[in-house]
């Protein structure tokens, strides 16, 4: 009899499904196992970071090993990354600091971290399957870029998400308003949001909390 279990993770379906059972039964019954193939049914096959998440957390409940279950970035990468985005940022006359992060994750995130007197924005860019270090580079990049000369106080992705606040926080008042041949009342905010791009997000988000709170 062999000392571990060997699972097919293509089988059937081929998804997560043969993971989480297998890993639920091992920790039931105490076999050890090998899994391998992990997700070949998925258009991207492997562990994504739930599974990962999944994975250690049966461990840590069991008191298990985990073995072969993901590498970390390489440093050429890494380096490679920061160089182009090193490169750019000087063009746009920006001191820089670079941090290396310790992750036990298999991805590749690459992010900036724009330092101001009373705030930060953080631009970022996930690498993904058959995705160039140099596109994951370029992409944050290129974020950073059309933010810095917006010159605007308000990254286009958090503005949506500041609206809800300032409407509870601040507020506004309806005025009559007339153009010489009508008058109306509307509703005119208390607050003024200097925003690099109203985004969809933004003008729904806008939108909705106009139709929830006036009516």
Known sequence: MKDFVEIDGSRGEGGGQVLRTSLSLSAVTGRPLRIEKIRAGREKPGLKRQHLTCVRAVAEICGGKVVGVVSAISDSIAEAE????????????????????????????????????????????????????????????????????????????????????????????????????????????????????????????RDVIAAVVRG
């Open 82 to 205: 920061v160089g182009i985005v090193g490169a750019q940022l000087r063009e746009l006359g920006l001191a820089q600091e670079t941090r290396r992060v310790e992750s036990s994750g298999p991805g590749n995130y690459c992010y900036v971290q724009l330092d101001y007197e009373r705030a930060s924005v953080v631009m970022s860019s996930v690498g993904t399957y058959a995705k160039s270090r140099k596109a994951v580079a370029h992409e944050v990049v290129h974020a950073v870029r059309d933010f810095v000369k917006s010159g605007k106080a308000c990254e286009k992705h958090l503005a949506d998400q500041l609206l809800v606040p300032l409407e509870i926080c601040v507020g506004g008042d309806y005025v009559w308003e007339s153009d010489g041949l009508w008058e109306d009342e509307v509703w005119r905010p208390n607050w003024k949001l200097d925003v690099q791009k109203e985004t969809l997000h933004y003008t729904t988000n």
